[in-house]
């Protein structure tokens, strides 16, 4: 099990369609991020948020979304996808100004495929 | 940032200890040398890290050349468990954000 909880584990939507992925963490981390996964690829930095603000955009296409209401919860929109937007979606956490190197914790991800 | 170099896949017999090479020669004074793992179908789980010295934890070691341009991560008796992408990443030490994988390397264990 991990302490970082990603809901649902997986989507399947349209490309018309919006949808919101859901990613929960209750370590006390001001460090959010969303990572974008394809097969048999690394991951792929998309997002960083400290102290709910966005710290990091890596030029992620517009029609990704993210909001962090609170310190604890973190999501991404998705509006008008391509199924080359098929992929694994992870989320992690982190301390910010804990010891440097602060490892980041991730969920198991969100598997989309957008038809 | 700066670049790591690691083989493609490996593969190593049960309870037979695992050395996993990575090279960075570019590594610069402040990143740090930190190695996850991701299972299959799972997300990456920290694994250790380390700044000059050589580290030890429950879960692996991690021997660091003096000038720093390679380590190794040791895993002292493979499991079935440890099978899994292993990827060495430098991170900056002025921030405690970005961390960019590489490749990494396929771990094959046998039983």
């Known amino acids: 099990d991990t302490e970082v909880t990603q809901t649902p584990k997986h989507l399947v939507m349209g490309m018309t369609n919006k949808k919101s992925l859901k990613c929960e963490q209750h370590m006390g981390h001001r460090a959010m991020y969303w990572y974008k996964q394809k097969a048999k690829k690394p991951p792929e930095l998309m997002f960083v948020?400290?102290?709910?603000?966005?710290?990091i955009n890596e030029s992620v296409p517009s029609r990704f979304s993210p909001e962090c209401p609170n310190s604890s919860l973190l999501n991404l929109h998705l509006h008008a996808l391509q199924p080359e937007d098929s992929a694994l979606y992870l989320c992690?956490?982190?301390?910010?100004?804990?010891?440097?190197?602060?490892?980041?914790?991730f969920g198991n991800g969100t598997r989309l495929t957008v038809t | 940032d700066a670049k790591t170099t690691q083989p493609n896949s490996m593969e190593s017999n049960e309870e037979e200890p695992v050395h996993l090479p990575c090279n960075h020669s570019?590594?610069?004074?402040?990143?740090?040398i930190h190695w996850y793992r991701q299972l299959p179908s799972q997300g990456p789980e920290y694994v250790i890290h380390g700044l000059t010295s050589n580290v030890n934890n429950r879960m692996a070691s991690l021997a660091i050349a003096e000038d720093r341009k390679s380590s190794t991560l040791i895993l002292h008796r493979a499991t079935l468990r440890d099978a899994a992408v292993y990827y060495c990443i430098l991170r900056f030490g002025g921030s405690n954000y970005k961390l960019t994988f590489g490749k990494g390397t396929l771990l094959t264990v046998n039983p």
């Open positions: 570019t590594i610069s004074g402040t990143d740090y």
């Open positions: 948020y400290s102290y709910e603000k966005l710290s």
């Open positions: 992690a956490s982190s301390q910010v100004k804990g010891p440097v190197g602060s490892p980041l914790h």
